[in-house]
C-alpha cells in the first residue's frame, strides 16, 4: 500500500525572501504568506564568539517562521547557507550522557530487527563525531559516515568511525552509488530540519537506499514542539519543522514510504520514523502509522488557527520569564545559565537577556568553554565555576536534559540554589 502525498517535489532551490519570486515553500512551492511568530532578527545560533570577537560586527539575521497553506510545512525562510551554518560545527554530540544511551538502545534494537551483521552497510547522514557509528562497530556491522563539519568529523575519525567529509544530496548518493556504495540502514537523526534544499536530500536519500533497504528518521515533532511551547528550538539552522503528516507527504513525493513510526522523548518530542522503497512490500505499514496520522488530524495539523495560537503563547512566555528575572535581579539574587545549546540562544535573544540578567553560563564541552554566547554574549565557562560563585538561580537552558542536569547538579542544594526550568513555562525546581 503506497500512501499518495498529493504533491510533486520541486529540485529548484528556495528562493524565499527574493523579492522576484517570493517567498515559496521549499517542498510544494505554494507561496509562503501565513507567519506563526516573528523571533526578531537574531545571530546563528552557533556562532559562539571568541573573545577577540566580542568587538567586531556580529551579523544578525530575522527569524520568522511560517506555516505553507498547502502542504502544511512549517519553515523558516533560508538567509543563510548550509556551508556557512555547517562546515565548521560547535556541537558534538557525545557530551550528552542521555543521548548516548539512547544510541545505545537504537542500536540494540534495529540490529535484530533488520538482520544486520558483518555482511550489512550501515550509512548515516550527518554523523557528527561518530556517537552512533561507534555502537554498531562494535558489533562488527560496516559503517560509513557523512558529515559536512570538518571538525566533528575529524573527532569521528579518531573513534575509528569512517567518514566522508561532505554535504549529502542527490549528487553525494549518485557518486556513492556509482562505486557500488548502499546502505541496509541508513541513518539521519535530527538532519530533517537541517537542510534548505529538501526535495534534493530526499532524493539522494532514495538513492542511498538498496532496494530492500531500510530508513530510520529521527526530527522533533511539530505536535510537541507547538503543544509544550518549544519556540527555542525555532533557530536558523533548523529550516524545517515536520509533522508525522507532512513528512509522510515529503517522502511519499520521492518513492518513499514510511511503514512504521515511533514517538520518542528525545529533544523535547521526537518521531523516528521507518521507511522503506515504495516497491519493496516486504514490510508492511504498522498501525502506529495511522495512529499517529489520526492523532495529528484531531488535533487539528492542518488548521491555521493552531499556529496563530501558537504564536500568541509564545510572546506570553516572553513576558513571564522577563518577569520573573526581573524580580530576581530586584531582589538582589545572582542567576548564572547551565548549557550552551543553540535552543538557550534563541530564547535569550528573543527575550534580550544578556549580562545584565546572567551571569555566566557553563557547559561541558570544551568547544565552548571559553568563547561567549551569540547575541548576549554571556560568558561560557566549565561547570567548576558554579561551586566557586554559588549562585542563588541556575536557569536550564538545555531543558530537554533538565532531569539529568538536575541529579548532576544537586550539590547546588547545599547553599540554597534552585533551578530555573523556562520551558514549557517557567517553572522553578527547589
Known amino acids: 500500500m503506497q500512501a499518495s502525498s498529493g504533491f510533486e517535489p520541486t529540485t529548484e532551490r528556495q528562493a524565499s525572501g527574493g523579492a522576484a519570486e517570493g517567498r515559496r ?3 510544494c512551492r505554494a507561496a509562503l504568506s501565513h507567519l506563526v511568530v516573528d523571533l526578531g532578527c537574531q545571530p546563528l545560533a552557533n556562532a559562539y564568539l571568541a573573545p577577540e570577537d566580542l568587538d567586531r560586527m556580529e551579523p544578525f539575521y530575522p527569524l520568522r517562521l511560517f506555516v505553507c497553506d498547502r502542504c502544511f510545512l512549517v519553515q523558516l525562510e533560508d538567509y543563510v547557507t548550509p556551508e556557512a551554518l555547517f562546515s565548521n560545527y560547535a556541537y558534538f554530540s557525545s557530551y550528552s550522557d542521555s543521548w548516548l544511551e539512547h544510541c545505545r538502545a537504537y542500536v540494540e534494537a534495529v540490529v535484530p530487527r533488520f538482520g544486520l551483521d558483518a555482511t550489512s552497510r550501515v ?9 552512533l557509528l561507534q555502537y554498531f562497530r562494535e558489533k562488527g556491522v560496516p559503517v560509513l559516515g557523512i558529515e559536512p563539519a570538518g571538525n566533528v568529523a575529524a573527532a569521528a575519525a579518531q573513534r575509528g568511525v569512517p567518514t566522508l567529509v561532505r554535504f549529502f544530496g542527490r549528487e553525494a548518493a549518485a557518486a556513492l552509488a556509482a562505486e557500488g556504495v548502499q546502505a541496509d540502514l541508513l541513518i539521519g537523526n535530527n538532519v530533517l530540519a537541517h537542510v534548505p534544499a529538501l526535495n534534493d536530500f530526499v532524493a539522494g536519500l532514495k538513492v542511498a537506499l538498496k532496494p530492500q533497504g531500510v530508513l530510520t528518521m529521527e526530527f ?11 519556540f527555542d528550538t525555532i ?3 533548523h529550516f524545517s519543522y515536520f509533522s508525522f503528516t507532512t513528512a509522510r507527504d515529503v517522502f511519499a513525493a520521492h518513492g518513499l514510504t514510511v511503514f512504521d513510526v515511533e514517538q520518542i522523548p528525545t529533544h523535547g518530542g521526537s518521531l523516528r520514523v521507518y521507511v522503506r522503497h515504495a516497491a519493496d512490500q516486504s514490510k508492511p505499514i504498522e498501525a502506529r502509522v495511522v495512529s499517529v496520522l489520526q492523532e495529528e488530524e484531531r488535533w487539528g495539523v492542518r488548521h491555521l488557527g493552531r499556529y496563530h495560537a501558537f504564536g500568541e503563547q509564545v510572546k506570553a512566555t516572553k513576558r513571564r520569564l522577563l518577569e520573573f528575572l526581573i524580580r530576581a535581579k530586584d531582589a538582589g539574587r545572582t542567576i548564572a545559565a547551565y548549557g550552551a545549546p543553540a535552543k538557550g540562544n534563541t530564547l535569550l535573544n528573543y527575550c534580550g537577556v544578556r549580562t545584565d540578567f546572567i551571569d555566566y553560563t557553563v557547559d561541558r564541552s570544551p568547544h565552548k568553554q571559553g568563547r561567549y554566547l551569540p547575541g548576549s554574549h554571556i560568558p561560557v565557562h566549565s561547570p567548576q565555576r558554579i561551586s566557586e560563585t554559588r549562585p542563588d538561580y541556575l536557569l536550564i537552558l538545555p531543558w530537554n536534559l533538565k532531569d539529568e542536569i538536575i541529579q548532576q547538579l544537586g550539590f547546588v542544594r547545599a547553599w540554597g540554589c534552585a533551578f530555573i526550568v523556562p520551558i514549557p513555562e517557567v517553572q522553578v525546581v527547589l
Open 123 to 131: 550509512i548515516e547522514v550527518a554523523s557528527n563525531d561518530g556517537y
Open 25 to 27: 515553500c521549499r517542498f
Open 235 to 237: 533557530y536558523h539552522e
Open 220 to 230: 522533533p515533532h511539530l505536535l510537541r514542539l507547538m503543544e509544550e511551547n518549544q
